[in-house]
Structure formats: C-alpha cells, structure tokens
C-alpha cells in the first residue's frame, strides 16, 4: 500500500512540474480567523479572464455562494502591479486585457461562522463549509478557499498548505515534500480540488486496513471528549460490511474520513451530516452525542457518503460529469444518486447482519411517515431538475425519504419480475458497468439505458407512474409482495404545534422545543400564526424544561378543544430572535401512526421474495 502511495506521488510530482496552477493556503499568519491564500497561474489563454468562486458544488444541491466570504482580493500582472477589475457578483471577478495577469491574493473567512445569521443568505450545510478557528481547527472545504479561471479548470493544481509544524492534515491526498511546515500536494484540475477537502488540527488520527482498503480517521473534538481511536471498532466492522455488500462495483485502494465535532465555544453550527468525495468524506456531528449515538451515526452517514462512489461520483449523467461551478445544471435522478444512495445504506446493514430483520422494517416505516410532510403527487425528476429553486428546494430532503422508497419498491418489482434473481443493486451494477468515471449517461435517457441492462421494459412503466410522473408509490402493495404489511393506529386526539409529535427537537442554547423545516404543522398552530422556525419556550406560562419534558406533555393533555391557549415563542427576526406570544383555541388533532409488520402467516411466494430481498442472495 505505501508502495502504490508513493509512486501516485511521484507521478502528480512530474505533472506539477508541467504548467500548473501554484496555490498556497496559508495557516500559519492567521489573523483574525481569516486565512491567506495566492494563486500563481501560468500564461493566460486570452486577456479577457474571468475568475470565480462556486456557486455551487457537487453533492450539495444549493446554491452556497462560496465567493461571499473573500475579501481584500488583489490581481497583479507579471511585474507585480496590480490589476483593475470588476466584481460580476458574489462569486465572480472579471478582467480586461489581462493577459499577464500572474498572480492572485486574498483573504478567506470562514461560513461556520456566519451560519447563525441566516438574515442575508441561507447557511452553507456544515459538512461543506469551512471553519477557522486559529490554533485549534481548520476545516479546508477546497471549494471555500481555492478559486478557479474559466477555460483554466483543467490545469493542474499545486496546492502548498503552510501550516504548523505540530498540526496534521487529514485528507485522502499524499504529501509530497517531507517538511513539517508544508504539505504540498498535486491535484489533477479544478475538479479534483473540489474533491479533495483537508482538515488540520493537532493530531488525532487513527489509519488501518478494513475490506482492502487504507482507512485514515482524523477527529477534531474540541472538549478532547472523544479520540479518534474510539471509533476504530464500529468503522471497521462497517468497512468490512460495506465492502463485501458492493464487491466489484467498488474500487477505491484508499478513503479519509474527516469527522468535526462540533461543541465547547466553537461556533455554533447545526448542519449535521456529511458530504461525500471519491476517496474521502467531511462528516459533522454535535460533540455532545453519546458514543453509541456516533457509532450509530458513522454507520448509517458515513456507509451512506460511500456508497456515493458508485452513483453519482462514478456513474453520472453530463450534468454531474462537466460540472458548472459558476451556473449549475440539475439532473432528474436524485431519486437514484440520494435515494438509491440511501437505501444501499439501509439495505446492506440487513443483509450485512448489522442489524435485524425488524430494526430494518422500523427504518423503512420511518421513511414512510417522513416522506409524508412532502408533497407526494411532485414528480421526482421535476423537483430534481429544479432543486436548486423555489417551490422545488423546499422538497430536496425527501431524496432521503420518499427517495428510499422508490428505490426500495423498484427493487421489489425487479425481484418480483425475474423471479428473485435481479434485484436494484445488481441494475445499478450493470449501469456502472455500461458508464462510469469517463463516460456520463444523458439525463433523459436513463430509463431507456435501465431497460436495456435489466431486459424488463416493466422497469419504464414503474418510472414514468412513480418517479417521472405524480402517482404516489403504493408502497403497502409493494411491501405487500414481501411479506409485510402495515397496521394503522389511530391516536386519541392530541394537542400539540406539529402533526408528528416525534419530530419536535430541542434547541439547548434557548431551552425551547424546535422544529424540523419539513415537518407539517398542527391544525392549532396554522390557526394562530405559529411558523414552522418558530420555537415554543412556553405554554400557558409553563415553560419548556427538557429534564421535565413529562410535565409538559402532561399539561398538554389536560387542555380542551376550544380552550383558550396561549403560546410563548421566539420566532427568528433577521437573525435575531424576537420573544413573541400568540394566543387562540386548542384544537386536538387525531394522529394516525402506521407500523410496519412482518406477516405472521406469509404465503411461500412472500416469503420466497422477502428472503431474497433481505439476504440479496437468489
Ligand atoms: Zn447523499
């Protein structure tokens, strides 16, 4: 393994000595949390250059606008004069005539930072933000720091990190100079650098072999409450599990996983989750977690971010393969590249025996009722395509639920078609047979090319109902095929401000009950006005305490329909919270739940099928 490591760079050494792109990241002269990075570019190809920022990066699914947090930008020309230029917009500069331009300088900020403040632009997802803090972390999502000039993305990058000498980089890409007060790296383009994020931070790093693969774990947990090394175990076994689930649909010698606690007086940040690259993921987690909870997590997000090295990072349509940082084009396929993702994740934990047969049905009961605070009649690919605006955005996070799903009955249908012998994972491996790294699929034409790898026209049928067209997947039909059915429960009415009541959070710092975005409200909290960003500190002047969450929810039952209620709220206000009350009638709300069961007397075909979609064997 060191062998293949150290020849890889020697190679990205000879390319760095052809024309590239000189960029050094400066961690060493940190004043103020803000990092100094120069560009040194070779000959321009015209004199009319335009330098950007992304807007966007692949995996994220927003628009982010990297280029809000540089500042002090300067241009010099070969003999060190400086540049005239035009700021286009958040992300872009524009010169003129300047062919010699040679060099460019600024300042970075750092987007952890400012996530609280959501009052001029939404917060960038932690997992692909970047984080500043000196002497302590510096989270290097690439795309933060590193810009690029049109028609130049394709020159190699020398990318130099200046950093002290008693920090270490966790990233999937090889130092090249032996120093301890430089990492240099060689990164083939400017798509290459997106993909390659960095963590630095006093060394807590863990690296062994797990399935044939080279494992580096770098942890940042800035109380010191966990070490890298108590990880170890659960990764590995999942590593291993992961491993076998794909056999030769994955090929990576090598993968980094940068996990970020977030806690102590760091920033407070609160997208949790993680963003996936070809040989590394940048996980964030809250620190306060119990060790379980964050082995459970690693299982579930981080096998997730890996099994995104089958779809999309290698099989893609030519919206993800040529990328456009500055004004990116969506695929239809979310439903494949988030869903399928999920449900990989989901599905070879069973199969794996990571966990049983009813934590599984549990999970997929979960995506059901989440799935149902989105709008299910949307056409997958539409909300897909447009996911990047307004009405469909709000909708994105049900790639995770409803997403799964499809994945989940498309699954079903093809074993039920061949009679057990293909199931969803062995369409996608023919997919990334047929494409891959180098060769995209065309967007419209996927269903077409799953047609012809599976042989089952059937497959087109299921696509234009369930996921090109707005009939909602009668998922009881399709569990129905494998032996599960699923029991309604109606509550007794309740009275509380979401219709799920599993989905209220708690927002520690305000002692409030908090809520999910995507949650529905209550028929009483549309009555009165009541946002879904609002937190609830307080109900008829009994306040949220979380040691006595109990009391609470007593009060709650003891209140009528047509009572007069009045709620204390403090609703976000330009990125302050203003304390607020509002005052109506209860209104009790019934609650159906839905829980999914194994059948206790399956016919031989269910359970013929059922075993088969549980053990993936045929
Ligand atoms: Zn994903």
Redesign the pocket.
Known sequence: MRKTALSLGLFAAFLANAQSIKTTIDLVNVKDDKVAVTMEFPKMKSGDVKFHFPKTVP?TYSEDDYGRFIEGIKFYDNKGSELKYTKVNDNTYALKNAQNLSKISYLVNDSFDEETDTSKHKAVFSPSGTDIEQGKVYMINTHGFIGYIDNMQDVPYQLVVQKPTDFYGTTALVDQDKSESTDTFTLANYAKVTDSPLMYTKPDYITFNAGGMELVLGVYSPTGKYKAADFKENLEKMVIAQKKFLGDMNTNKKYAIMLYLSGGDGPKIKGFG???HHESTSVVLPEMMPKDAIDKTITDVVS??FF?TVNPLKTHSEEIHYFDYADPKMSQHLWM??GG??YFANLFQIQEGLINKDEFLQRIGEKIANSKNYDDTMPFTVMSKNVLKAPYKDQYRN??EKGTLLAMCLDIELRKLSNGEMGYRDMIRKLSQRFGENKPFKDDKLIDELVTVTGYPQVKDFYTKYIAGNQPTPYADYLNMVGVEIQKQDSRPIFWFIKNPNQTGFDDKNNAFAFDESSALSPFAKSIGFKITDQVLALDGKTVDIKNVQDFISYTQTIKDGQNVTVTILRDNAGKKDKMTLTGKAILDKMTTETLKFKANPSPAELKLQSQWLTGKK
């Open positions: 995996g993680a963003l996936e997730h971010e995104h590249y988030e993702t999920e790639v995770y």
